[in-house]
């Protein structure tokens, strides 16, 4: 948005609440990669670096390339700050209260994302389980889980990583809600995100469908499955102190639960505007502004603000749309004004 924004020569602030460049990316488990290569997780105006190391790039490339990215352009960012809550001012602009004293602004641009805001699904009993619990948010390595019996929930490629290096470690049983789909060895991300976003174009693509969804067969993920380590099984219906009841009444002891179950839109700020629906999300159009608020726009959601528009190469295809529209409302407004 910020490079958008700085050609389209806009006077605007980024609020960060991270005290450091990289966003989400900064707590990333150790030894997340990205599986597309680097050119196709770029923002605009510069391409990702190909690293410097065998493989596609790794957490920690991502988040030198953002900080190099924020440095390059230098945007106009302000850290750290927390945004509490979005009102709305008596002269007719948002006022954006935070931690650091409030903002007026014409217009206001979420990009919150979801990691702040994880989801673990209300299974019965899983307050009274007296083993571990964390969500994939927080998870950081797999040593902590050595000799455990763990149970990795989630049939995303989140779960498949995590599942494929604690099972190097710990007995570990992968839960997903029905069986994953492996794409080919030879499909990453780059042709996952070709054939997706001409499946969403409505465009003929030959060959099976492919999804964000679909499990890309990182080096990780393609060792676990030689040594016979990616069984799947359903999930279970009730948790105990000590574990996990199953469909079938049997009840297995757990030491530790991973949560790889996703996230919901980080939308507190918005909550005293009363336009956040029952599922999390804000009525938006076409290009993600807010129907109840039109000086708000909402980026990088997920695909309900825009396809693809919360991965990398996604966003910065997305926020080139959004800052040409919010230009063209300001000039349409500007232009209003001097006919009255």
């Given amino acids: 948005m910020g490079w ?48 410097g190391h065998y493989g596609f790039p790794t957490r920690d490339d991502v988040i030198a390339y953002l900080a190099a990215y924020e440095t390059r352009y230098d945007f106009p960012v302000e850290r750290p700050v927390q945004v509490s809550q979005l009102h709305k001012a008596d002269d007719g602009r948002l006022r954006v209260e935070t931690d650091r004293g409030s903002w007026l602004a014409k217009t206001v641009i979420g990009a919150t994302g979801t990691w702040s805001h994880p989801f673990i699904p209300d299974i019965p009993g899983r307050s009274s389980f007296a083993g571990i619990q964390l969500h994939s948010a927080h998870y950081v390595r797999p040593d902590v889980f050595a000799g455990k019996t763990v149970l990795v929930v989630g049939g995303g490629n989140s779960g498949a990583q995590i599942h494929a290096e604690i099972s190097q470690v710990a007995h570990s049983n992968w839960v997903t809600q029905s069986p994953p789909v492996f794409l080919p060895d030879d499909v990453d991300g780059r042709a996952l995100f070709e054939r997706a976003t001409a499946m969403h174009r409505g465009e003929a693509i ?30 279970f219906i009730q948790m105990t102190p000590n574990g996990v009841v199953w469909p079938e009444a049997a009840e297995t002891k757990v030491d530790a639960i991973i949560w790889c179950t996703g996230f919901r839109a980080a939308l507190g700020f918005l909550g005293d505007l009363g336009f956040v629906g029952d599922d999390g999300r804000v009525a938006v159009n076409a290009l993600g502004q807010a129907e109840a608020e039109p000086r708000l726009w909402l980026h990088g959601y997920g695909d309900w603000t825009g396809f693809a528009s919360a991965t990398l190469i996604g966003s910065g295809r997305r926020a080139r749309a959004i800052v040409r529209a919010i230009v063209a409302s300001d000039a349409a407004q500007a232009a209003s004004t001097a006919f009255r």
Avoid: C, K
């Fill in 4 to 51: 958008h924004l700085l050609r389209s020569q806009r006077d605007f602030v980024v609020l960060d609440d991270g005290t450091l460049p990289g966003g989400a990316w900064r707590h990333g488990w150790d030894s997340l990669r990205l599986f597309s290569p680097a050119a196709y997780s770029s923002l605009p105006g510069w391409q990702m670096p190909p690293p």
């Fill in 206 to 235: 030959a060959g099976p469908a492919l999804g964000f969804a679909n499990i890309v067969m990182v080096p990780p993920v393609r060792e676990a499955r030689d040594r016979g380590a990616l069984a799947n099984v359903r999930p």
